[in-house]
């Protein structure tokens, strides 16, 4: 793993109480509401953990960059790119905005991880050869995410953590290794 690509809404925070507010595309009021999100716990201490480790972070979600980047602004978080929904001409479940991400990290696809709530995630994942990981935490509707076949599904943020040490502190890692 070179690079660990997210999805935001549902995966690194818990934006559901927004929701209809951004499909009726009321935005001035989302913007004002972003201070009612929440992170997951322990989505700080991943993100800590494996830029500690030297793994680029990408966010990619099919929200217009100007909540998504006031979002992650919100939180102080730091990602090398963030590719949004006006950044590709296609979007998921089409593989061009992870594969876009990819290029952007200057990493190849097979050495990402990319992590979702729902099943556009996963398919446009496998379709960019990244290793997809479900995120049944934030997952609205976790069959459909299930039967989606990503490489990985992790019930709680703590066990995705704990892969993720597991991971990054064994002697796969220096080999580059899933």
Request: proline share 4%.
């Amino acid at each position: 793993m070179k690079a660990l690509i997210f999805d935001l809404d549902q995966t690194l925070v818990d934006s559901r109480h927004l929701e209809h507010m951004r499909r009726a595309r009321q935005w001035s009021i989302v913007y004002q509401k972003i201070p009612t999100i929440s992170a997951y716990d322990g989505i700080n201490e991943i993100l800590s953990l494996t830029r500690s480790k030297g793994v680029k972070l990408a966010i990619v979600s099919s929200a217009p960059s100007s909540y998504v980047r006031r979002v992650v602004r919100h939180f102080g978080w730091s990602f090398d790119v963030i590719v949004c929904y006006h950044d590709t001409a296609q979007h998921k479940p089409h593989p061009a905005p992870f594969i876009e991400a990819a290029n952007r990290l200057n990493v190849i696809a097979k050495d990402c991880w990319a992590v979702g709530d729902e099943p556009k995630d996963i398919i446009a994942a496998k379709a960019a050869g990244m290793y997809a990981v479900a995120a049944l935490w934030g997952s609205l509707d976790k069959e459909p995410l299930k039967r989606a076949k990503p490489d990985a599904i992790f019930e709680t943020v703590t066990s995705f953590y704990k892969t993720i040490c597991n991971y990054l502190n064994s002697s796969i890692w220096s080999g580059d290794k899933r």
